[in-house]
């Protein structure tokens, strides 16, 4: 039992070559993130307001695919997305296409709270923030030079990438076809999440993110859709990166809970199974479980991650790093 | 094993005192949609084509909850949502937010073939609408003066109306209040449906809400929420959105029949009245043959047919003799 809490930048196929220009500050974030919340955990704070304070962290960090670093879309423009679920109530919100809320995950927590329903979207979801005077900025104030750069390669490439680049096609691809690992592709940042269980073992869970580079204008993807990349219920609370789509079609988050729900797996065999699941390298994911249980899966190469218990386990990564205690979970396919 | 076809026009507390000029041609829609998505299957036309018929059918009668006859968001207008789910591969696709498609079913089908994505929303499914040059009308032809009295009835009132009326409270009121005098009877739709080679769709197109904030999505286009398929079952639900969702109960009939070994019905019978009272119907068809309509409303519009024989159009009513139609009772 205990507290827990478990938080991710992104999963792709960042390569270990990765300069440390672009190594450092993310995991220097990933670290003060860390810190954040387990410092709210030991100080007896609920499980949703963790998660949405360190979501909030990652969103401000201009490193990730969130509020202000978030990817651009076909369009050159920013279509933030985010989502928030309290287990032990399945209260949930969520919130789509905003392009000047400074942070996404707070208003999907104002619609969960505020308004008779979960989700809003577009130009009604701007008008709920500026209704709630909630912090916005200019539209530029999000997006960054390195996403500028890569919304150009990706056009030259003339390809959809998800935050570390697998190119997709169509749905028609058969789904056994595993992603190819790009040769060139410099891209590295990614959707950012975060669940917690806390003293009182109620666990919560959230998402938020830019979504693809280069996406179609109107593109939703899984942060928002509760069951695909966030979930929670009273036994366990998961918050998904990667390919969206494959996400959705694959109801990821809810899929962990089922197994644990109905066939009774421990909260890491459940985070493996779904993953590898899914085609490789498109999907990991962050979970806890009432007990107290913390699992980090992926079956991409890395996935920016961090994590503690109150038993006093600790972690930051980024590549395959399966600890001694099996924190963390690659699927090799 | 064989075909099987079910299809609704929205779950709700629709009193069976509902006066024949707004029973009957909802009743003959049911019945022509049915008979539409029977001969399709004969014909051995695949499930999702099917699901996609039916669906058009229903989003063009003006007396359903989607398409034309979609109920009112706060400002008077329509934002029409609608997805599909291909059994056998997973692939879905869904739209949000349109106001000017004629079919929103199709253009999720759209999304899903043409795109590498499986959802678009607002401008840009919009957009999408138009480089696929797929039929769009003014916003005024899905307006009706139905639903143009059913808003300001509801703004009379201060709330929000599922498509049969459940004064919603926000989401700490768990259970949904039956009105005591409203008459709105007009409900999302959805169809799903089992081929002859044993492949299954659904598809689910929706209004949404009378009087919701602009930008409200609700659990239609949401994959595994109101809109699920699997290689095991396809379902399709309706009712209180918000509750739909937090409990994805598409995804959960079929989570009980893979992991739990239930009947079909034993699942959505479980999943419905897990749901506050009043909030939930969908339909079922598992890859075996089994049709389910399950609510936990006083009445669902809904139709079904199977290969066998079975073929059944109704409201209310009680189970009938082999237990097509489960009604929870809380």
Not at 97 to 120: D, F
Request: aromatic share 4%; hydrophobic share 40%.
């Amino acid at each position: 039992m205990g507290w827990a809490l478990a938080l991710h930048g992104g999963a792709g196929d960042v390569p270990r070559t990765l300069p440390p220009e672009l190594r450092e500050p993310r995991l220097a974030t990933l670290r003060r993130c860390l810190d954040l919340g387990t410092a709210a955990l030991r100080d007896g704070r609920a499980a949703l307001d963790v998660v949405e304070l360190v979501v909030r962290e990652l969103e401000d960090c201009p490193h990730f695919n969130a509020g202000r670093g978030s990817v651009l879309t076909a369009d050159g423009t920013v279509e933030m997305e985010a989502c928030v679920m309290e287990g032990a109530t399945l209260r949930c919100g969520a919130v789509s296409g905003l392009s000047t809320v400074a942070n996404a995950v707070s208003l999907a927590r104002l619609v969960m709270e505020r308004t008779p329903h979960i989700y809003l979207a577009f130009d009604g979801a701007e008008a709920f923030a500026r209704d709630q005077g909630v912090e916005t900025k200019d539209p530029s104030h999000f997006i960054t030079e390195h996403n500028i750069e890569r919304l150009r390669q990706a056009k030259e490439a003339n390809r959809v990438q998800i935050d570390y680049t697998q190119p997709l096609k169509g749905q028609q691809t058969p789904q056994e076809t595993p992603a190819p690992i790009p040769t060139d592709d410099n891209s590295q940042t990614g959707t950012v999440g975060c669940v917690a269980v806390d003293a009182a073992g109620n666990l919560a869970t959230a998402t938020s993110t830019g979504g693809l580079v280069n996406k179609m204008a109107g593109r939703i993807g899984d942060t928002p859709v509760v069951g695909a990349g966030t979930y929670a219920n009273a036994l366990c609370a998961v918050s998904a990166t990667g390919k969206g789509e494959e996400i959705i079609r694959h109801t990821v988050a809810r899929d962990v809970a089922a197994l644990m729900e109905h066939r009774g797996l421990p909260l890491r065999d459940a985070a493996a199974r779904v993953v590898a699941g899914a085609p490789r390298g498109t999907v990991g994911l962050v979970a806890v479980s009432r007990g107290g249980e913390v699992c980090m899966a992926h079956n991409t190469t890395a996935m920016f991650r961090a994590c503690a218990t109150e038993a006093g386990h600790a972690e930051v990564g980024i590549w395959t790093d399966a600890g001694a205690d099996g924190e963390s979970v690659t699927v090799a396919l």
